[in-house]
């Protein structure tokens, strides 16, 4: 197959003799392939997630099957990039690199795919599926955050922490319990180690169906926002704890209380200094166009904030999430005019998003390696974790004690999705868990994020029907 990706790549340049050319058609196609996905979605009554996935995880393991050179790249996730850091900056050979980070099999594979002769437009195209990916699911947070009232939001806070609380404590000791009874030799820094990765949540994925289902506005809604942000606290304090231990031997208190003071911080700040900020923003703006004026403030003030959240310990979405929430039409209302018809921030961010979100998930679903699933030991591992997994969240639910659907919320925190395998990720590279772990972690990742937008689309929907003949 590497015949037929030179002659692709080469007759792709012959044609347009622009560097920037395999680019476009690789990042189209895997658009192209998220767009078929979301329309069998859609046809079949799905959230448009699962579509993605699912093609994502087809896509990526027939292509690698077929001996695909991007896809072989993307499968690996963003560890690929690190390859060419670390040569440069240790000089160490390329192929020593990649078969430390992927194992000699994998790594050969890369190694040869780099060092080709179309390695640096594999990379090129690879980093900006990446990147495209990355701000897809930033610009899907700010537009939930846009969505979502601050007022009922701090209404629900209690409930929002008790249901954060639930949603990383109960996962951690159901899954310490599952892999002492199941992997009795391993230590029990790997033991701590793997039950922390059940503790993540993926806002991403719950506040996509969310808004499918205009839910996002609703207690239930708000109280998962709220919780996922909670979680995201929660889960890096313990990431923290259980690497401390892993890494040093013990518990280094001051880097958990550093997390959560940043993390505080953060959050205060953005709601307090954010208004400022963006009211003075909207000022100097106004002098442009309206509409230059809102998509420039809201892009800036979006970006700025990621930026400043990753800074500080958190995720970037976090941050992307905290300016949606600041952001709001009323800060230009002194710049509009009549004579134009009025256009808001989310009409204006809305085209980003829907171009730019469906890369992200199917290239989650490329990076699922069915082939990692064939062992019957992953697998047994694998359904431990799961049942650990999808309990700990549904009891998260109880933490809400308003008028509001148990049930729907602890579904709502179910998804693990990209946090779930950053973590799982960490592990690896400290040497705490090995390829067959890794594999029955993936697992568990993958069907929490296969199962919670159908499952959390019908609780929705029969808690609607519930609510109608209540009326």
């Not at 790249?73 to 670390?86: A, K, M």
């Not at 890369?110 to 060092?115: D, H, S, V």
């Not at 495209?132 to 922490?161: K, P």
């Not at 961010?349 to 890369?359: A, N, Q, S, T």
């Amino acid at each position: 197959m590497t015949i037929v990706n030179d002659n692709f790549v080469n007759t792709v340049n012959s044609i347009h003799g622009d560097p920037i050319a395999p680019v476009i058609l690789g990042v189209t196609s895997v658009l192209l392939f998220a767009i078929i996905g979301r329309f069998v979605a859609r046809r079949l009554g799905q959230p448009t997630v699962v579509g993605e996935l699912l093609m994502g995880i087809l896509l990526g393991n027939v292509a690698w099957y077929m001996g695909v050179d991007l896809i072989v790249v993307l499968r690996e996730g963003p560890r690929v990039f690190e390859i060419v850091s670390q040569t440069l900056a240790g000089g160490v050979p390329i192929d020593q690199v990649a078969n430390s980070l992927f194992g000699e099999m994998t790594g050969a594979e890369i190694t040869r795919i780099i060092t080709g002769p179309h390695g640096g437009q594999v990379l090129q195209v690879a980093q900006t599926v990446d990147v495209f990916s990355r701000y897809g699911v930033i610009f899907l947070l700010f537009m939930v955050g846009l969505e979502t009232n601050l007022d009922e939001l701090r209404r629900v806070g209690a409930d929002s922490i008790r249901v954060a609380t639930l949603g990383v404590l109960v996962p951690f000791g159901l899954g310490f319990a599952a892999v002492a009874v199941l992997l009795p030799d391993l230590p029990l820094k790997s033991d701590m180690f793997i039950a922390a990765t059940l503790g993540a949540t993926s806002i991403g994925i719950t506040a996509n169906v969310l808004r499918e289902t205009n839910y996002s506005k609703t207690i239930e809604g708000h109280i998962i926002l709220g919780a996922a942000v909670c979680d995201d606290i929660l889960g890096l304090i313990i990431l923290a704890v259980v690497s401390g231990i892993v890494v040093s031997g013990s518990v280094d208190i001051m880097e958990a209380l550093f997390v959560v003071l940043m993390s505080v911080v953060f959050l205060v700040g953005a709601a307090k200094l954010g208004p400022i900020i963006v009211g003075f923003a909207a000022n100097l703006m106004g002098r442009l166009d309206i509409i230059e004026a809102k998509m420039f403030t809201s892009y800036l003030f979006v970006m700025i904030l990621a930026w400043i959240a990753n800074l500080v310990g958190l995720a970037t979405i976090i941050g992307a999430f905290a300016a949606g929430i600041v952001l709001s039409d009323s800060y230009f209302e002194k710049h509009e005019t009549s004579k134009r018809e009025f256009v808001g921030i989310r009409e204006l961010i809305m085209p980003l998003e829907v171009i730019l979100l469906p890369i992200f998930f199917i290239l989650m679903g490329i990076q699922v390696k069915i082939e990692s699933f064939l062992s019957w030991q992953v697998l047994v591992v694998a359904a431990g974790l799961l049942v650990a997994a999808v309990i700990g969240k549904l009891v998260s639910g109880l933490g809400a004690r308003s008028a509001a659907n148990r049930l729907v919320i602890g579904i709502g925190m179910l998804p693990r999705g990209e946090v779930g395998l950053v973590f799982a990720a960490i592990g690896r590279t400290l040497g705490v868990i090995d390829d067959a772990i890794f594999s029955a972690i993936v697992l568990m990742v993958v069907v929490t994020t296969l199962i919670a937008p159908p499952l959390l689309k019908s609780a929705i929907g029969k808690n609607e029907k519930r609510h109608a003949r209540a009326r």
